[in-house]
């Protein structure tokens, strides 16, 4: 079924001839349902937990097993922990970003609304639509510079920045989740930089300037997008318009 979300790109996102286009996105799912918990019950990974008493807060499971046969006491920061029995639960927002990681996907961009003449084709075949977190997933044994920025391998809505530069430990750390809070990995220093940062995507569209003198001249073209998950099912995430201009020349 459609993931429930839209992308808009006419505005300051219009591809310009001659130029590098590049829009980054955010396709987001919604931690529903969730099932409230229960005392001693049983809970596998990528299961959605609300408190015995709703208020509306959400936990994701990480770790799959028995709960213990009392509530926990929850975590109230994102990308907070907690271990009740042999299950471990995450903090989460109500949407979450979609974890494309392995996904393929593919634009087409259209001289008229819903139909005419393909003008533009991306994929990730191509190199024109890139999936997959941005910044990237923490990786185990690599090299990373100061200012490098990881997202850990089950998200958390922070964003992490190398505050030392070094190599990564075989292990992944256990990630704050306070604004500057420090974590070592390896030789590396981790900081917590950004929670549920607007500035994390899933999604990356890209033309280069060589690419981009194929629109046509000040006008607006229609577009889908659609995404392709590992077991091959087709999801079609957006339709749209996109303006397309030519630079103007100048005196």
Same mark, same amino acid.
């Given at each position: 079924?459609?993931? =429930?979300?839209?992308?808009?790109?006419?505005?300051?996102?219009?591809?310009? %001839?001659?130029?590098?286009?590049r829009?980054?996105?955010?396709?987001?799912?919604?931690?529903?349902?969730? @099932? =409230?918990?229960v005392?001693?019950?049983?809970?596998?990974?990528?299961?959605y937990?609300?408190?015995?008493?709703?208020?509306? /807060?959400?936990?994701?499971v990480?770790?799959?097993?028995?709960?213990? @046969? +009392?509530? =926990?006491?929850?975590?109230t920061?994102?990308?907070?922990l907690?271990? +009740?029995?042999?299950?471990?639960?995450?903090?989460?927002?109500?949407?979450?970003?979609?974890?494309?990681?392995?996904?393929?996907?593919?634009?087409?961009?259209r +001289?008229t609304?819903?139909?005419?003449?393909?003008i533009?084709?991306?994929?990730?075949?191509?190199?024109? &639509?890139?999936?997959?977190?941005?910044?990237p997933?923490w990786?185990?044994?690599?090299a990373?510079?100061?200012g490098a920025q990881?997202?850990?391998?089950t998200?958390?809505?922070? &964003?992490? %920045?190398a505050?030392?530069?070094?190599?990564?430990?075989?292990?992944?750390?256990?990630w704050?989740?306070?604004?500057?809070?420090?974590v @070592?990995?390896?030789?590396?220093?981790?900081r917590?930089?950004l929670?549920?940062?607007?500035?994390?995507?899933?999604?990356?569209l890209?033309?280069?300037?060589?690419?981009?003198? @194929?629109? =046509?001249?000040f006008t607006?073209?229609s577009?889908? &997008?659609?995404?392709?998950?590992?077991?091959?099912r087709?999801?079609?995430?957006?339709?749209?318009?996109? /303006?397309?201009w030519?630079?103007?020349s100048?005196p």
């Amino acid at each position: 079924m459609p993931l =429930p979300v839209h992308i808009d790109l006419i505005g300051d996102d219009a591809i310009c %001839q001659g130029k590098l286009w590049r829009v980054h996105v955010r396709l987001e799912v919604p931690t529903e349902p969730a @099932a =409230p918990f229960v005392n001693a019950g049983k809970w596998a990974v990528g299961d959605y937990a609300a408190k015995a008493t709703d208020d509306g /807060s959400r936990f994701l499971v990480t770790v799959a097993g028995t709960a213990a @046969a +009392s509530e =926990p006491v929850w975590p109230t920061a994102l990308g907070g922990l907690v271990v +009740s029995g042999g299950v471990t639960f995450m903090r989460v927002g109500s949407s979450r970003l979609l974890d494309t990681t392995g996904y393929g996907g593919e634009m087409d961009i259209r +001289s008229t609304p819903d139909s005419g003449t393909t003008i533009l084709t991306l994929t990730t075949g191509n190199g024109r &639509i890139e999936v997959g977190y941005d910044p990237p997933k923490w990786l185990a044994s690599t090299a990373y510079a100061v200012g490098a920025q990881v997202v850990p391998t089950t998200p958390n809505g922070w &964003i992490y %920045q190398a505050a030392a530069a070094g190599t990564g430990g075989s292990t992944e750390p256990v990630w704050p989740v306070v604004w500057g809070g420090n974590v @070592a990995d390896g030789t590396v220093t981790w900081r917590a930089e950004l929670a549920d940062a607007v500035a994390m995507t899933n999604l990356r569209l890209s033309l280069l300037d060589t690419d981009t003198p @194929a629109v =046509p001249t000040f006008t607006t073209a229609s577009y889908d &997008i659609e995404l392709k998950d590992l077991f091959n099912r087709v999801y079609g995430v957006a339709v749209g318009y996109v /303006s397309m201009w030519r630079e103007r020349s100048r005196p």
